[in-house]
């Protein structure tokens, strides 16, 4: 089975830029579909953004977040990557990517319970 694991978290400024990295431990990244979620303190986990299997043909972004994120995939790295733009003191939040088989129509890349397999998550504090 495939391990992501998380990285890039950090704190910075509001306004600013981070780009957060998935990368894969224990088989190839590319036959799984790769999403993000956050998770603030108090609050239920909630989708961010997520990227196809494959060549990374199909992305899905948060409707409130579109526009400040960037999803993608490297497969020669075994790695996916989010780039949050313009961030602000609310997209402080633990952030998860996650991996699952997109193949049959029906995945739905916005819902935790289409990713088998979780990362531990990494901290993005943004600071007002």
């Known amino acids: 089975q495939v391990q992501p694991v998380e990285s890039g978290g950090g704190l910075v400024q509001s306004g600013g830029s981070l780009r957060l990295s998935c990368a894969a431990s224990?088989?190839?990244?590319?036959?799984?579909?790769v999403g993000w979620f956050r998770q603030a303190p108090g609050k239920e986990r909630e989708f961010v953004a997520a990227?196809?299997?494959?060549?990374?043909?199909?992305?899905s972004f948060a409707d409130s977040r579109k526009g400040r994120l960037t999803v993608s995939r490297d497969n020669t790295k075994n790695t996916v990557y989010l780039q949050m733009d313009r961030l602000k003191p609310e997209d402080t939040a633990v952030y998860y990517c996650?991996?699952?088989?997109?193949?049959?129509?029906?995945?739905?890349?916005?819902?935790?319970?289409?990713?088998?397999?979780w990362g531990q998550g990494t901290q993005v504090t943004v600071s007002s």
């Open positions: 990227v196809s299997s494959g060549s990374g043909a199909i992305t």
């Open positions: 224990g088989r190839t990244f590319t036959a799984y579909a």
């Open positions: 996650a991996a699952g088989v997109d193949i049959g129509g029906s995945f739905d890349y916005s819902l935790t319970k289409s990713y088998p397999y």
